[in-house]
């Protein structure tokens, strides 16, 4: 992991195409601007996390399309 320090202002940039920039600092907040192509996407982690366990939870398990294969051939 990089670490870098930055204050109000100064930004980073992430290859030729995405930069962060710091806005704003007030007691242990960070504010971040992400300048980014629209095909990048970006997320808070705890947004990406839930939006995994969600991918996850609606995965299909072979066993549920046996189960569903199963009812259809009964009908």
């Given amino acids: 992991m990089l670490i870098l320090t930055r204050k109000i202002n100064e930004k980073i940039k992430i290859g030729n195409e995405i930069t962060l920039s710091i806005i704003e600092i007030k007691g242990e907040q960070v504010k971040i601007g992400v300048e980014a192509p629209k095909e990048v996407?970006?997320?808070?982690?705890?947004v990406f996390n839930a939006i995994q366990n969600e991918n996850r939870a609606a995965a299909v398990s072979p066993d549920t399309i046996c189960s569903l294969s199963n009812l259809f051939q009964n009908k």
């Fill in 41 to 46: 996407k970006v997320f808070r982690q705890e």
